[in-house]
């Protein structure tokens, strides 16, 4: 059974990266857009906290989309040692790249079975969550 819960995450990663990767988005840098899509101008570890991550691998992950010019940094008004993440551009092309996908995905399940898969994955994700 583990193989296929692997098999399904797998699968899934492949399609996502090969659909945003014509938009210069790698996985990494697409999740930190779907954050910060929801709230603009967090700061570094807002992102690590809510996407669960290494500080290091933030920090790498948001110099590469401030040389490619996704974001922008700017000094964070009220703690001088923080800076906040501010968008530039690609939400339209990238969550359209990600419905694809989950179109793809999601296809041969009738609308019910979508929308109880999904029910069901939010159940577990939020159970795994608890157990951290």
């Known amino acids: 059974m583990i193989e296929r819960y692997t098999d399904m995450a797998?699968?899934?990663?492949?399609?996502l990266q090969r659909r945003i990767a014509p938009l210069g988005l790698a996985p990494a840098?697409?999740?930190t857009l779907l954050v910060l899509w929801?709230?603009?101008?967090?700061?570094q570890k807002e992102l690590i906290?809510?996407?669960?991550?290494?500080?290091?691998?933030?920090a790498n992950t948001l110099n590469r989309m401030e040389r490619d010019g996704l974001i922008r940094?700017?000094?964070?008004?009220?703690?001088?040692?923080?800076?906040?993440?501010?968008?530039?551009?690609?939400?339209?092309?990238?969550?359209?790249?990600a419905e694809a996908q989950n179109q793809a995905?999601?296809?041969?399940?009738s609308e019910a079975e979508q929308t109880e898969f999904i029910a069901l994955m939010t159940r577990v994700i939020a159970t795994m969550r608890a157990q951290r």
């Open 105 to 109: 995905a999601l296809s041969t399940l």
């Open 10 to 15: 797998r699968l899934f990663a492949h399609g």
């Open 73 to 97: 940094l700017k000094p964070h008004p009220n703690d001088a040692r923080s800076q906040q993440v501010w968008l530039r551009a690609l939400r339209k092309p990238a969550t359209e790249a």
């Open 38 to 43: 929801a709230e603009d101008g967090l700061t």
């Open 49 to 58: 906290n809510r996407l669960d991550i290494e500080q290091a691998t933030m």
């Open 29 to 31: 840098q697409f999740m």
